[in-house]
């Protein structure tokens, strides 16, 4: 599965001041996926060198990584915007209860860990209130490869003398259970098949990273993945992909605004399911190389949406556009396939003036002709994303508190906005 919040209470130490009504204008880059670089940063637990990553986002998620990192042995240097992980020095398998809990991601060093140390604990790894996302599938594919796993008061125990190749065959296409299975694989004995595997652009960026090292991966972005296990993995120097999601909301950004931005450094290639559903709102697309142009419409139109899988349309992304088509003329219908919880956004944008039922994993959107400012809480970090939308695109002031979740998946979305012409500030309280 694709889908990245962390649960826990809202800490209401800082938060966003919009005042809205200005349309975005203007260009700006877009930064290195977060859902592409946990999984590389766990990567290193791989490798016998160094690597080395350029364009890897500032996130709260990326430095509880990296502190997790430090933790287990690994030597971790930042020098502007070149991160250098000296993997090669881990000799520690278990991590701390505390950083697990902070972030769901954490399960990604499971894999590594076995295949490199042959032993890993791990207490379960946080997660939000948007659905369970059980880790079954990947302890079932870990016990494929030979690991024997026992849990014991919120723990999970694993060993493994090495790691051996297996046929495995995955329920659902799930991104993390696929990418975890790979980077086992590459270090284990004889060849592994992932069927029905997840085809998410993050996880080919995993492989070809891991290739890089001299991994011996083969079908990633197919449903079925070949992986036949190497003695060692070296050193490496690779940047992130670009982040789809972080461009399909500066995208809504733009459409709920009636502007027009020019989005560089991303791949339009990964984004055709959301230019398909903002060209059905009403927004003008182009594509122009590594760069997308979005004008946005007077009024969206009302459109239905349904999350799947990639290549459909991303669960990461409904709660924005879900902000956009609050103001679209007619009535939307969006369900959500992937997680059942996650409509954590709408009480906060009925706050806002937005007309929203919510029926199991349906949500009926009867589009209003304006929204108007408000207070709101995030409640996860894809939500708190929407609620900044609606703001931008509200009468009067919103304050987004909550903003905390904001920052676990983009880097200073706000500085990002006002380069674009947003009237939005960050407040500091106590």
């Known amino acids: 599965m694709s889908g990245e919040e962390d649960g826990g209470m809202v800490a209401a130490m800082e938060r966003l001041i919009i005042e809205g009504g200005r349309s975005l204008e203007g260009s700006v880059e877009v930064h290195g996926a977060k859902n592409a670089a946990l999984p590389l940063l766990a990567g290193t637990v791989l490798s016998a060198g160094d690597c080395v990553f350029d364009g890897v986002p500032q996130l709260v998620d990326v430095a509880v990584m990296l502190e997790i990192l430090e933790?287990?042995?690994?030597?971790?240097?930042?020098?502007?915007?070149?991160?250098?992980?000296?993997?090669?020095?881990?000799?520690?398998?278990?991590?701390?209860?505390?950083?697990?809990?902070?972030?769901?991601?954490?399960?990604?060093?499971?894999?590594?860990?076995?295949?490199?140390?042959?032993?890993?604990?791990?207490?379960?790894?946080?997660?939000?209130?948007?659905g369970p996302r059980p880790i079954d599938l990947h302890l079932a594919g870990l016990a494929a490869m030979g690991a024997r796993i026992h849990e014991d008061h919120g723990y999970i125990h694993a060993r493994a003398d090495r790691l051996v190749g297996a046929a495995i065959h995955l329920d659902f296409p799930s991104v993390g259970a696929t990418e975890n299975l790979m980077m086992a694989a590459s270090l284990a004995h004889g060849t592994t098949w992932i069927r029905n595997a997840a085809r998410e652009p993050e996880l080919v960026d995993l492989a070809n990273f891991l290739n890089a090292m001299g991994a011996r991966v083969q079908g990633a972005g197919s449903d079925c993945v070949r992986v036949e296990g190497v003695r060692e993995l070296g050193g490496v120097r690779h940047r992130p992909i670009p982040d789809r999601i972080e461009a399909g909301t500066l995208m809504a950004a733009a459409a709920i605004t009636g502007g027009e931005v020019c989005l560089y450094r991303v791949r339009p290639e990964h984004l055709t399911a959301v230019t398909s559903k903002l060209r059905e709102a009403g927004a003008?697309?182009?594509?122009?190389?590594?760069?997308?142009?979005?004008?946005?419409?007077?009024?969206?139109?009302?459109?239905?949406?349904?999350?799947?899988?990639?290549?459909?349309?991303?669960?990461?992304?409904?709660?924005?556009?879900v902000a956009l088509l609050s103001l679209a003329e007619g009535t939307s219908l969006v369900t959500e396939n992937i997680f059942e919880n996650r409509f954590g956004h709408v009480e906060e944008l009925r706050r806002m003036g937005a007309q929203l039922a919510t029926e199991g994993r349906g949500l009926t959107v009867q589009g209003v002709e304006r929204l108007s400012g408000a207070r709101v809480v995030a409640t996860d970090l894809r939500s708190g994303a929407a609620l900044v939308l609606a703001g931008l695109a509200a009468q009067g002031r919103t304050v987004v508190e909550g903003v905390d979740h904001v920052d676990r998946g983009y880097q200073a979305l706000e500085e990002t906005l006002a380069r674009l012409g947003a009237r939005i500030r960050r407040e500091r309280l106590g």
């Open 284 to 321: 003008a697309v182009e594509e122009a190389g590594d760069g997308l142009r979005l004008r946005g419409p007077d009024r969206p139109r009302a459109t239905n949406l349904r999350t799947l899988p990639y290549p459909g349309f991303p669960t990461d992304l409904q709660p924005q556009m």
């Open 71 to 130: 933790q287990l042995g690994a030597q971790v240097r930042r020098e502007g915007g070149t991160l250098t992980i000296a993997g090669g020095n881990v000799d520690r398998g278990e991590v701390s209860e505390g950083l697990v809990r902070r972030m769901r991601s954490s399960i990604f060093l499971m894999g590594p860990l076995l295949a490199r140390l042959g032993r890993v604990v791990l207490s379960y790894p946080g997660g939000c209130a948007i």
